[in-house]
């Protein structure tokens, strides 16, 4: 990575990830994940997974037969998005022709991780003139005045923040008046995992978005009782098949939908692209913290994400 990352109780300095290609008749397909680290599913255990698997991907094993196969997570997540993209190779058509969702540039946000101070938080956000979405990482240590600092650099952004479980109940109540004086858009997945059935009995003046609350379909119904907004990562659902699935739901239930990322290279960002596009809020800036990118990958500019290649993926 270009430096080490910074959130609620964990530091990213490399990424680590599984790249699956899957090939039929002279054409391959590729699929890459990350995992999800905070539930322990990591690259080794998903190489494992997915060599168990060899058997039935040789004997044609489909996209709906590997949602039985395999549970959410990092390899299927691989795997699915290979077969997406095989799909696609083998039928001639691009992702947008598969899938039917149109392709247009993407809003995506830019990422600042926790800093030591508030002041580094708001010199960050100066140093990012031009884009339009900050997506501003917080923990327990001075939250308000972080939010202050950014605001204050940038009165002319949006500005969503993500606690990553970071919060106690009170801590929330205590910080969210004024996140809503800062014009702070959404707060992201105060509370932890399992512990945050006390925002059912909260009115909250910001909207609040499930990410490590809300991993597929079969947490759904905890989560449209208790947020506002679900994030879909293809790494917690297993892939863009399950993902497409969450996403149409969660909008049926009348949540907002966000697509976010596990970091990855533009290989991995370009099925959660397709989500993004249904999505009110896309966080798909993962390449951008990285030394490296794939060949022919997604070009961002100032916070906004081009429509992908076929080379690249679909």
């Not at 004086?181 to 707060?187: G, I, K």
Request: hydrophobic letters at 45%; a negative charge; one cysteine or more.
């Amino acid at each position: 990575m270009r430096a080490p990352f910074r959130i609620t109780g964990h530091v990213f300095t490399e990424l680590d990830s599984l790249v699956v290609e899957l090939s039929e008749g002279g054409r391959s397909g590729r699929g890459e994940a990350a995992g999800v680290y905070y539930l322990g599913d990591h690259t080794v255990d998903a190489l494992e997974q997915v060599a168990a698997i060899v058997p039935e991907l040789e004997r044609g094993l489909d996209r709906a037969a590997l949602q039985a196969l395999l549970p959410p997570g990092g390899a299927r997540n691989a795997v699915d998005c290979a077969l997406w993209d095989l799909e696609c190779k083998l039928a001639g058509r691009t992702i947008w022709e598969q899938s039917g969702v149109a392709p247009r540039v993407l809003d995506t946000c830019q990422t600042i991780g926790v800093l030591p101070t508030p002041a580094d938080s708001g010199a960050a956000a100066a140093a990012l003139a031009g884009y339009g979405l900050l997506k501003l990482k917080l923990d327990a240590d001075r939250p308000v005045e972080r939010v202050r600092a950014v605001r204050g650099a940038r009165p002319d952004a949006r500005i969503i923040v993500d606690v990553n479980q970071g919060f106690t109940l009170a801590q929330l109540q205590e910080c969210l008046p004024e996140f809503a004086a800062a014009r702070v858009e959404m707060v992201e997945q105060p509370l932890p995992r399992g512990g945050d059935d006390g925002l059912e009995d909260i009115e909250s003046p910001v909207p609040i978005c499930a990410d490590e609350s809300c991993l597929h379909r079969g947490e759904l119904d905890a989560a449209a009782r208790r947020y506002d907004m679900i994030n879909i990562k293809l790494d917690k659902t297993g892939g863009l098949t399950e993902a497409l699935l969450l996403a149409d739901e969660a909008a049926a239930r009348g949540l907002d939908v966000m697509v976010g990322n596990m970091l990855g290279t533009s290989l991995a960002m370009a099925p959660a692209f397709l989500i993004g596009l249904k999505a009110k809020i896309a966080d798909l800036d993962g390449p951008l913290a990285l030394r490296g990118d794939r060949l022919n990958p997604i070009r961002y500019e100032k916070g906004r994400a081009e429509p992908f290649s076929r080379e690249l993926w679909g």
